[in-house]
């Protein structure tokens, strides 16, 4: 029975993995918007990596984060790849610790812009060392955060509504 | 489960808010470095800060050479080059603009670039 | 039998969460050691240095920064000396011209750059010539006895411009008597191919370095290289985003003298001994050589437009013609690649 629920679970793992890439993949596609820099996108594959911050274990969590970043850098470069690892770790590492705790006295919402914001920090201090210069920082740090906020919203919304239809299929393994 | 929104989530989003305002505040003071870089012989020699002159002055790099500054320009004012051509480049205003006297090996740049990484000419 | 399995699912367990845990590290390992290549191929190291008469902007990317910017304006020292400078004595081309009429023996780099301007000076039709020294001679543009000549000095000077007379073998060349090689067009140009080589062999990711205007683009970065509105000689009318090649501007604003009514610029068309009637007021070419992309911008000023396309072709260059009327005409392979940043120029469809 044992032996049942792993294989499912390592199932499950792949089909999130898949749903990430997925949705990574079309948001690629969504045209540079002017005022951010370039690459900066709404994050929704990070309502996958959430669910399984919140869901499954911390490695489980991680390991969607990486595989992530290898697929940008192998579709899209070296560049693409250090900024989906850098904004990823640091979004998935919060959402670890705000999702597991029970202690902490947030919504989901709050939740959802903590992760965009770590996330669209940790792409900011990769576009930096890259050119070269802090300044970007100033430049792109104050749309980002408010950027940040919105797209918070709606995956820290969409991971609420979205949670006990998993959770009923999490329950049948 | 948790709740969808919770009271901490407003403070949270006024935080990322008022960082947001914080970041942009150096915005508003950026745009006023201006910095011109003077060079003899391939070194520099002087570097200033265009925007923070307040008075027009003249320098003198090399004997034979006067470049004169005021807030927000620097150009080549006297040289005893026969072409004259570094006096007649007139005053520099813009990121990445250069002139040059070469008989002296003088150089006067902008420091930095606008949109372009070179130039060519 | 229940307790055999769960021991066995427990350490299936443990084995699934270490594997997992350590391809995370093996993968943030090579995440890593990625990002110290990356970081290490920013550094930048910027430098403005005069050399071959000129204003040379260094900009390095990569490591040893100051070692390598010290060698590149050696290099082009080197270039002007050694080489091509007619000026300067025992350079190749000066020994030429000391000995037109009989064979001297040069260096195979000087070889390589006559060729190629032979080349050029054949496929344009002879507007292009670098044997037009005598004639360029006479007008001294920059120099301290720059004037307009008497056109029976120009038809004098006409008669020893002929490219076809010059014969290169591997290490020796040889010119008709009388004859006076002008490598000026492309001395710039000529020094970035130059450069390209000495870069290989030392620690620079990425470089884009300009000898006078002429640019040499190295390694996989992209630039935006800004082509300068000839109204001005200042600021930029449109940028270029290239990568990896060479980029060369012809213009009639560059070096100039007015006299009476007229204004003469230094491109001169080797066919008449005077300065070009263009259409153009600039021209910037790119191409993978700097000797090319020199040697084609002045021949396509002087051909103007329409006898530039299939030039630029035959040495797969492509190029952005800047019209006196201020309308821009861009070769396609060049299309997608400029911004307009000056509005009062329009980019023609």
Redesign the interface.
């Given at each position: 029975m044992r032996d049942k629920k792993n294989s499912q679970r390592v199932a499950l793992l792949g089909i999130m993995g898949a749903l990430a890439l997925a949705l990574s993949f079309l948001e690629s596609l969504i045209p540079a918007l002017p005022g951010l820099p370039p690459g900066a996108k709404p994050g929704l594959s990070n309502i996958v990596t959430m669910f399984m911050a919140s869901s499954f274990s911390v490695a489980d969590a991680f390991f969607i984060t990486v595989l992530k970043a290898v697929f940008a850098g192998v579709t899209r470069g070296t560049t693409a790849m250090l900024m989906s690892a850098s904004g990823g770790i640091l979004s998935t590492a919060a959402a670890c610790v705000l999702l597991r705790s029970k202690k902490i006295?947030?919504?989901?919402?709050?939740?959802g812009?903590?992760c965009a914001?770590c996330h669209n920090i940790g792409q900011l201090m990769s576009a930096c060392l890259i050119s070269g210069t802090w300044?970007l920082?100033?430049?792109y740090?104050?749309?980002l955060?408010?950027f940040?906020?919105a797209t918070g919203f709606v995956t820290?919304?969409m991971l609420?509504l979205v949670?006990?239809a998993l959770?009923k299929i999490m329950n049948r393994l | 489960?948790?709740?969808?929104?919770?009271?901490?989530?407003f403070i949270?989003?006024l935080t990322?808010?008022i960082?947001?305002?914080l970041?942009?505040i150096?915005?508003l003071f950026?745009n006023s470095t201006l910095t011109a870089?003077i060079?003899v012989?391939?070194e520099v020699v002087e570097e200033i800060n265009l925007q923070e002159v307040e008075k027009s002055y003249t320098l003198t790099p090399k004997n034979g050479t006067k470049i004169t500054v005021e807030k927000g320009k620097i150009c080549f004012s006297d040289a005893h080059c026969?072409?004259e051509l570094c006096i007649k480049?007139?005053w520099?205003s813009?990121k990445?603009?250069?002139a040059?006297c070469?008989p002296e090996?003088v150089?006067v740049?902008i420091k930095g670039?606008?949109?372009?990484?070179?130039?060519?000419? | 039998m229940g307790d055999t399995s769960l021991e066995n699912t427990n350490g299936k367990k443990q084995v699934n969460k270490k594997a997992l845990i350590s391809v995370l590290v093996c993968v943030v390992m090579v995440l890593g050691v990625v990002l110290a290549d990356f970081v290490k191929g920013r550094s930048e190291y910027s430098?403005?240095?005069?050399a071959m008469?000129?204003?040379v902007?260094i900009?390095l990317f990569g490591s040893d920064g100051e070692e390598t910017a010290e060698a590149v304006?050696n290099n082009i020292n080197e270039t002007e000396k050694a080489l091509l400078s007619w000026r300067e004595k025992n350079s190749d081309i000066e020994r030429i011209n000391a000995s037109a009429g009989t064979t001297v023996s040069v260096s195979t780099e000087t070889i390589d750059v006559i060729g190629k301007a032979l080349d050029v000076s054949k496929n344009s039709g002879g507007v292009f010539d670098i044997t037009v020294g005598k004639v360029t001679r006479l007008w001294d543009f920059?120099g301290?006895n720059q004037r307009l000549p008497s056109d029976n000095e120009i038809s004098e000077a006409l008669e020893s411009v002929n490219y076809s007379s010059v014969k290169i073998t591997d290490t020796t060349v040889i010119t008709a008597e009388g004859q006076s090689l002008d490598l000026g067009a492309v001395g710039k140009g000529a020094a970035c191919d130059r450069l390209k080589l000495l870069l290989s062999s030392t620690n620079t990711e990425s470089a884009?370095i300009?000898v006078g205007?002429?640019?040499l683009l190295y390694g996989d970065r992209s630039?935006?290289?800004?082509?300068?509105n000839p109204e001005n000689?200042?600021?930029?009318m449109g940028?270029l985003k290239l990568s990896d090649t060479c980029?060369?501007?012809s213009?009639n604003y560059?070096k100039f003298f007015v006299e009476g009514d007229k204004t003469y610029h230094h491109i001169l068309d080797a066919t008449t001994g005077y300065p070009a009637d263009s259409r153009l007021s600039s021209i910037?070419v790119v191409c993978e050589s700097g000797t090319l992309s020199d040697a084609l911008s002045t021949a396509c000023y002087i051909l103007g437009y329409n006898d530039s396309l299939a030039l630029l072709q035959k040495y797969d260059a492509e190029a952005v013609f800047v019209f006196k009327d201020k309308t821009v005409r861009i070769t396609d392979g060049l299309k997608d690649d400029f911004t307009r940043?000056d509005e009062s120029f329009v980019v023609a469809k």
């Open positions: 006295n947030l919504g989901y919402i709050g939740i812009i903590i914001v300044s920082i100033f430049g740090g104050p749309l955060l408010i940040a906020v820290g919304t609420k949670l006990p959770g | 489960m948790k709740k969808l929104f919770m009271r901490a989530d949270v989003i990322v808010i960082l947001s305002i970041l942009f150096p915005n950026n870089q060079y012989d391939g026969k072409d480049s007139g520099l813009k990445g603009q250069t040059a070469l090996r150089v740049s670039t606008d949109k372009t990484d070179m130039m060519t000419y | 430098s403005t240095a005069i008469g000129t204003v902007n900009r304006e920059g301290d884009v300009s205007g002429s640019l630039f935006n290289i800004g082509i300068v000689d200042k600021e930029a940028t980029v060369s501007t213009g560059e910037t940043t």
